[in-house]
Nanobody
Framework: QVQLVESGGGLVQAGGSLRLSCAASGRTFSRYVMGWFRQVPGKEREFVAA????????DYVDFVKGRFTISRDSADNTVYLQMNSLKPEDTAVYYC????????????????WGQGTQVTVSS
């Protein structure tokens, strides 16, 4: 089992930044692909970014490229999502996930999920 706990969400104005963290515990964190997804009410959960267990291979959905940065710290068992130039349409609950498939763009490719953290971007 892997337990994931997200933090760092909140309210920010458009153009601002937030840094999300996902702390992992349990089984070997370093061998998992780590991903970030987001979901708004009434819509499906969508892929945002993923980082391979090697920490080098990284994938982003097009609408966050150049604004969001995913990274992982295996020493701290933590994955981060630095979000810059935030837009109102980035408002969502952001979820961290752990899985075994890279790039892991689909929900079914992940085995473990966090509880989510709310990000609200005001215009």
């Amino acid at each position: 089992q892997v337990q994931l706990v997200e933090s760092g969400g909140g309210l920010v104005q458009a153009g601002g930044s937030l840094r999300l963290s996902c702390a992992a515990s349990g089984r070997t964190f370093s061998r998992y692909v780590m991903g970030w997804f987001r979901q708004v009410p009434g819509k499906e959960r969508e892929f945002v970014a993923a980082v391979h267990w090697n920490g080098i291979s990284i994938d982003y959905v097009d609408f966050v490229k150049g604004r969001f940065t995913i990274s992982r710290d295996s020493a701290d068992n933590t994955v981060y999502l630095q979000m810059n130039s935030l837009k109102p349409e980035d408002t969502a609950v952001y979820y961290c996930a752990a899985g075994g498939v890279y790039p892991g763009r689909f929900i079914y490719e992940y085995d473990y999920w966090g509880q989510g953290t709310q990000v609200t971007v005001s215009s």
